[in-house]
């Protein structure tokens, strides 16, 4: 029998644990700068990394962060959602979606707003068709 739980990871050691699974979506990031990329997102920009647990091993991993803007209001950011791509298409990244729209519900935010690169057309098919999410902009970006 599978036992699913979820945790917040803040230690050093349980955000290295995360690297394998979040590795699959940020694939430019190398343990190291992960790591420190965490724990200063954590410090500094009220960021919350889960893990979705199957039998105490990472499956699906998630990071946000709370936000206010003048466009949203109080909302939450999902800056990261990823499942290990031999675990896809269980329920482990709807589990923890849903897991944070609850949260952020129950903290009194207005919304929940992502990012998904254009070219991942099944991650926006999970987010329009699965969690009823609204394709509502384009994210632009320029790298200086």
Known sequence: MKMITIKELSSK???????????QLRKHLDESTYVKLVLDAQAND?????????????VSVIGYQPMIT???GRFIW????????????????EQLLSYV???ASENDYESIA???GLQRKN?????????????VSYVFKKTL
């Open 70 to 72: 003048l466009y949203y």
């Open 114 to 116: 992502l990012s998904s």
């Open 46 to 58: 009220q960021y919350k990394l889960l893990a979705l647990l199957e039998n105490s091993e990472i």
């Open 123 to 135: 991650a926006h098919r999970f987010y329009e068709e699965n969690m009823k999410y609204d394709k």
């Open 13 to 23: 050691d349980e955000i290295l644990l995360a690297f394998p699974v979040m590795k």
């Open 78 to 93: 999902v800056c990261d959602l990823v499942t290990d791509e031999h675990k896809r298409s269980k329920g482990y990244g």
């Open 101 to 103: 729209q609850k949260w």
